[in-house]
């Protein structure tokens, strides 16, 4: 069937970030569990993680919002639709987007929120790529937010020198060169990781309840070595399976840009796809797995730091609880 419109792609045209000032450093996590930070470095990648003391995943949206509202030239009244990917929204409902709709001001926008935890970033931004692709909407704004610290059990050592709160955001438009912008995904979920990286209450199948406090149920629960497991195949796999689909050597791509859960998951896909260190996107040691904000970060650093540069080749990829995870091959179109 012929397509109605001319073929686009869609491609990012603005970044923003934002993390918390205040930063626990594996000095700290020494202080409150039986851990050190020699076990933390070498195990994870992490040095630090930023927390938000006041506020929701909301107020760090909008600030990443304002961010890139100040580098980047938008009228909020362009936007037609906000996606939101996030496990921390400020509440079930209303959704964080309608929250972050109304303090940006983004009057004629529409939006919802996205929950495939650390995959969420790139199940956005592929939904977002496909509005473009319709031709149907112009300006999305993919939102990347997590306040993970809200739902960490700081009792827990297996989990709580894991996670950071952080949110990042890109712009995302269509463009006619087709050279450009997002030009495959591969996406995938398994529901039969359920059991390993959950938060089991606060939903309807156990809502709020004395027992469900005590159990300490409204916190992150992780199996770390199965999940790690499944992580380590599961990104290296869809990585090289995406370079593979689109006849892609290693020196065809500028960088992996992979979700920043722990480092040695980040070396296993890397390696894998035959990458060396330096084209590998990185700043977990600063901030540890934000989850669904850790790619948009790195692209927003790496981007400000004059380290991105247009026709870039990236795979951008993640696995995260589900299972989800996936991989997507964009080339860089800003200057
Ligand atoms: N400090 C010191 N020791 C710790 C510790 C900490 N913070 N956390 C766990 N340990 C202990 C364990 O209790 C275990 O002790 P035991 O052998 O006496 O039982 C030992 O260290 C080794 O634990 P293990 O689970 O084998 O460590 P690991 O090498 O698998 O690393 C994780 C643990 C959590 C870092 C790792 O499994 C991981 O990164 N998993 C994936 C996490 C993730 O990224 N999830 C998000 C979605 S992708």
Known sequence: MQ??????NATITAVGMYVPEKILDNKYFE??????????????????????EN???SFMAVEAIKDLMKNFPLNPEEI????????????????????IQEKIGAKNAWGFDLSAACSGFLFALQTAASFIESGRYKKILVVGADKMSSITDYTDRNNCILFGDAASVVLVEPIEDLNYGIKDSILYCDGSGKDTLYMKAGGSLFPASQETV???????????????KAAVKGMADVSYEIMKRNNLTSDDIAYLVPHQANMRIIDATAERMGISRDKVMINIDRYGNTTAATI??????????????KG???????????????????????D
């Open 55 to 57: 506020g929701g995943t």
């Open 214 to 228: 005590a159990n300490r149920w409204h916190y992150i629960y992780q199996d770390g070595k199965t999940v790690f």
């Open 31 to 52: 202080s409150i569990v039986d851990t050190s930070d020699e076990w933390i470095t070498t195990r994870t990648g992490i040095k630090e993680r930023r927390i938000l």
């Open 3 to 8: 397509k109605s419109h001319k073929p686009i």
């Open 296 to 309: 948009p970060l790195c692209l927003t650093e790496y981007y400000k730091a004059g380290k991105l540069k």
């Open 312 to 334: 870039d080749n990236l795979i951008l990829s993640a696995f995260g609880a589900g299972y989800t995870w996936g991989a997507i091959y964009l080339t860089w179109s800003l």
């Open 80 to 99: 037609d639709l906000i996606i939101v990917a996030t496990i921390t929204p400020d509440m079930f409902f209303p959704s964080t987007a309608c929250l």
